[in-house]
């Protein structure tokens, strides 16, 4: 039985390595030789910002520091913030030679229905039409802990003006971490595109659709003609909903980002865990059956090729090695990139069975969660009108 195991394991990572897009490669990036337009459309960026005020210095700063020839204008939705995120929002903009691009919003009550997030874009998208007159060429929407580049926008629009995208989408590189965080979030980069395949997702003949939200240009009228942000209201995970809304009508780019970096630091396990069981069980639709064959996925895949080689180390069965062995190279291969990505040793590689391992349990306490209705919840808060 343990020999089959390792055999279907080895099998899987055949077909993940060769058959699943290339995910691993992690060769989908912004690249900057897109032209620029005959004319820059006019940008409103939309930040949601819930007790950001340690991070606003620099995010906001390199918002305003933005070199981009067309009208940009930064909407900074204050969601119910408690530590003077609005202040130190004006702080940043007050004597900046681009101030003048801010412009400041408190949400107003959150209706029942709405995650806290959603109702912030909401809120922002709808402050900017007023006072914009109508809605811009592009809504940029962006997390208050993301660092952009200088040209970030200006190469998002060229690429999305050359290739007439409805979305152009970054996941910014996360905080490197230290201790096991070390692993656990290269491993959180690994598993999202192993989860949607970047170039599946950016073929406009496949049906995967995927976004991520801390960095997303959306064309005004494909978000329109997909029901604006109120037909994501209710959702979670609200990136990829957005990517699959603007999919089924448009075209969709999805990229790793090289420079554009979110500054929230994971400074333990915790952190980390707390990503992931916010929002695992929400991923799986809250279903019993997902969940187990997802935890039965994750030991065939990340457990048995380990156990089939120690096994045989101490002298047991041989027969299931070979077939372990190599499985466990094929995950260690397809690992690398992201890895190099992340500046990380790729001797660390060998090591993503202990991050699949520790990705199993947070899935199964994100629907322990649920089901103790514990729910979605951040920065004290809960998510969709929960309170």
């Known amino acids: ?41 006019d940008v409103v960026a939309v930040v949601p910002a819930r007790d950001e005020a340690d991070l606003l210095p620099r995010t906001l700063r390199a918002l305003l520091d933005q070199e981009y020839a067309g009208r940009l204008r930064v909407v900074l939705v204050d969601d119910e913030s408690t530590d003077g995120t609005s202040d130190t929002a004006r702080d940043t903009a007050k004597g900046h030679p681009n101030g003048a691009r801010l412009e400041l919003v408190r949400t107003e009550e959150r209706p029942s229905g709405w995650v806290g997030k959603m109702w912030a874009v909401e809120s922002g998208l709808r402050a900017a039409e007023r006072s914009g007159g109508g809605a811009p060429a592009w809504w940029w929407l962006t997390d208050a802990d993301v660092a952009h580049a200088p040209d970030s926008l200006a190469r998002l629009v060229a690429k999305g003006e050359a290739e007439q995208l409805d979305l152009v989408s970054l996941m910014v590189k996360l905080d490197r971490g230290s201790g096991w965080n070390a692993l656990l979030v290269p491993a959180f980069v690994y598993f999202f595109q192993q989860l949607y395949p970047f170039p599946r997702v950016n ?72 990503m992931v069981a916010r929002s695992a069980y929400t991923q799986l639709d809250h279903s019993p059956g997902m969940l187990a064959g997802t935890l039965a996925g994750l030991a065939l895949l990340y457990l048995v090729p380990p156990l ?61 969660r649920h089901w103790r209705s514990e729910g979605a919840t951040w920065k004290g808060r809960a998510g969709a009108g929960a309170e």
């Not at 209201?233 to 699959?244: M, P, Q, T, Y």
Request: net charge neutral.
């Open 308 to 368: 089939s080689v120690l096994v045989w180390f101490l002298g047991g069965d041989s027969g299931a090695a070979p077939f372990g062995a190599a499985a466990w190279a094929l995950q260690a291969a397809s690992f690398a990139p992201t890895l190099a990505l992340y500046g990380r040793r790729l001797t660390l590689a060998l090591a993503l069975p202990a991050a699949g391992a520790l990705y199993a349990a947070m899935t199964f306490d994100s629907a322990r």
């Open 1 to 41: 039985m343990f020999e089959l195991l390792a055999a279907l394991s080895l099998a899987a990572w055949l077909y993940l390595v060769f058959a699943r897009g290339g995910f691993w490669l992690a060769d989908q990036r912004l690249d900057g030789r897109a032209p620029a337009p005959a004319h820059w459309p």
């Open 203 to 274: 073929d406009p003949g496949s049906s995967v659709a995927a976004a991520a939200g801390g960095c997303m240009l959306v064309k005004s009228a494909a978000l329109e003609r997909a029901g604006g942000i109120e037909s994501l209201r209710g959702e979670v995970i609200d990136d990829c909903a957005l990517g699959r809304a603007l999919k089924r009508g448009g075209r969709i780019w999805l990229g790793l980002a090289d420079r554009e970096a979110s500054i929230r630091p994971y400074a333990g396990l915790d952190d980390v865990w707390n």
